[in-house]
């Protein structure tokens, strides 16, 4: 699995700066006892119905979108330390999970991105780090050649700072569509453009969370 696993005495890949085993896997507790397996992030073959909870607590708390996707499609949250508690079966399925985040991370191309079906956009756009949701944005934002990726970000963080952090892509798409008015409604280029800011800023948010505890600037 080489680079890919997370030690957890190593750093988390989250950039608090703690080990892994003391930040994102460390075992979630519900009040008043002891760790129940339906909060186990590293559970091994964690049932389906319980791992949307789960990975929205990983991505709240800034995990690498490669590690929740995997844990998504399989159940599971493999490191170099707890590697030897699972079969080789495991460890496989595991790894052509990573290694299917990491080749749609790298292969998809703006235009295929803008091209595709909607479902497979918002595959896309889950395992997309914040700088890979930034590089898209920006080559939207140049094909359309009227605002700036700077001008278009202090406009959503306004919107984000009047709703729930980080806002909703309804509210961004709004304020996507107030920039760009002459865009046809039937295209869908605006409301794509407007869920990868979302997925930036969301990631943004988490990271900066992980790292100063508190709510700070998303630019």
Known sequence: MAERKVSRNGPCPCGSGRKFKKCCGRTARPSGGAASPAHRIDERNTPEHDRPLLAKKLRSLGVDPALI???EQTGLMISEENQHQFSE????RFDAALDICHSRRTQI???ALLSCSMEAYIDA?????AEQCEQHARKILDRLGEVSFETYLRALTEVALTQP???SVDAYYAKTRELFPDVPLADDILGRLAGLMLRMI???LARHMAQHKHVGSIS
């Open 202 to 204: 969301e990631l943004r």
């Open 165 to 167: 952090t980080p806002g």
């Open 125 to 129: 756009c889950a395992v997309f780090n």
């Open 69 to 71: 996707f995997a844990f």
């Open 89 to 92: 079966e495991e460890v496989r």
């Open 109 to 111: 191309t703006t235009e």
